[in-house]
């Protein structure tokens, strides 16, 4: 194995798209940021140096961070922030995955511009579990703004109202012919007639879930979230925002140039959205020069909930899955919208411009997540800093209701709260994640820090205890970081709490965290030295 080192110097600079130039932050000055590639088995130690204006911080997604939750990176939560000026060396070992993660900034709305792929090859000595592609390439879906996206949240806290939605779609940074002063800058892929090219697609967008095609060409789907699946075919993706999908396409097609094309999965009702759509060329060698218009993917309509239920039951682990038979701990969770009263000093010319003068929020079993910020959770619990958060976070909501029906004004409001739930380390976790209707029913993409989860069963409607069970898999679930609740439905995770620390589960649209749609796992350590969270780096941020 080997360590792979690597300096990422936050900086401002100037991205012109869509005939405008901003002046959003990067890493080393690049939109989106650079690619890593490492082996299973391989450490990286990434020196982060902030040279902008914003505190940051630097995420991992989906890297399991076995004992080395220090390096995890959510502000307030593994971590202070790095603050202007400041660095710090995030420093782990991807162990047991294969296939695309990514990596983001976690600290206010930072990660619309600065974040880039984490690629996994097979450990040393090893192959793919198919044939080995005859070439890679990796496709990060974005979204962008006419403006500094941290302008863009800074203003929606302050008003209470929904932020804008974003200008354009992108693909690696680019939105396309589709879209005005584009069409010279629109990503190429290459693929020749017969090889078999493996491509690599990461959900990196703010606020979207996103379906994706390619014209004429199918795809074989073998990895989601650094895990293998069985092989299955498809036409179209979908994937929520932190969600990664491998899949290998062919070139078996005449030669020529067809379009890839991404645009919004919307399942939130009378809510505006970004309807443009990103398009990048999926070309073949022999058909470089042609100066014919490469043929157009038909896509699936915004609300197409069907195609998506159809793609995410597709997914079975390759292996025969670890998955727990028995639990001991049966949680449920509803994940979902609400709205607040304004506070009485609010200047209401400016404020409180959510739906009928309130301000939009967000929250998990009724409690609206806020962070702390003198102390990480982690630092406070690993030091018994008292005050920082409370361990009461609630096993079930506080009231049972028709979760996804028409439910009573009177449980809209969310209460807010800094508060965790304790988990005995090996402790085996079962969480119902449950959709509400409050405010609109919208799938949510769940993402838990620190672990990869086995989904063993979803469906519509309000969960049910009683006959939902029988439709569990335990056999062969998929094996994800992300899971895609469906619209005005649930779905049922279960782990094995053998990573010690403090772990953030939040909807990975960036606007329900910004809401508060988050909580997180206090994870106790276990006996002995390797079952206990390593010591903190000397070089980790303190808040003061
Ligand atoms: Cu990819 Cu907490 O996020």
Known sequence: AVTHVHQFVIQEASVKRLCKTQHVMTVNGMYPGPTLEIKNGDTLSVKVINKGKYNVTIHWHGVRQMRTGWADGPEFVTQCPIRPGGSYTYRFTVRGQEGTLWW???????RATVYGALLIQPREGTNFPFAKPDRQSTLLLGEWWN??????????????????????????????????????????????????????VVNSAMNQPLFFTIANHKFTVVGADASYVKPFTTSVLMLGPGQTTDVLISGDQPAGRYFMA?????????????????????????????SANPIMPRLPAFNDTPTVTAFSTSFRSRERALVPAQIDESLFFTVGLGLNNCPPNFNASQQCQGPNGTRFT????????????????????????????????????????DYTGNVSRSLWQPATGTKLYRLKYGSRVQVVL????????????????????????????????????SKFNLVDPPLRNTAAVPVGGWAVIRFVADNPGVWLMHCHLDVHITWGLA??????????????????????PICS
Request: overall charge negative; hydrophobic content about 35%.
């Open 362 to 401: 967000a929250s998990m079993n009724n409690v609206s997540f806020s962070l702390p910020s003198n102390f990480s959770l982690l630092q406070a619990h690993i030091q018994g800093i008292r005050g920082v958060f409370t361990s009461d976070f609630p096993a079930a909501p506080p009231r049972v209701f």
């Open 104 to 110: 983001h900034a976690h600290s206010s709305w930072l």
């Open 519 to 540: 909580m997180a796992f206090l994870v106790e350590d276990g006996v002995g030295k390797l079952e206990a969270i390593e010591p903190p780096p000397e070089d980790l």
């Open 262 to 290: 991404a645009r919004a999965y919307q399942s939130a009702q009378n809510a505006p959205f970004d309807n443009t759509t990103t398009t990048a060329i999926l070309e073949y060698k022999s058909a470089a020069c042609s």
């Open 434 to 469: 449950q959709d509400t209707s409050i405010v609109t029913p919208e799938n949510h993409p769940i993402h838990l820090h620190g672990y990869d989860f086995y989904i063993i069963a979803e469906g519509f409607g309000n969960y049910n205890p009683k006959t939902d069970s």
């Open 147 to 200: 403006a500094n996206p941290v302008d863009v949240v800074r203003e929606a806290t302050r008003t209470g109202a929904a932020p804008n939605i974003s200008d354009a779609y992108t693909i690696n940074g680019q939105p396309g012919d589709l879209y005005n002063c584009s069409t010279q800058d629109t990503v190429v892929v290459p693929i020749s007639s017969g090889e078999t090219n493996l491509l690599r």
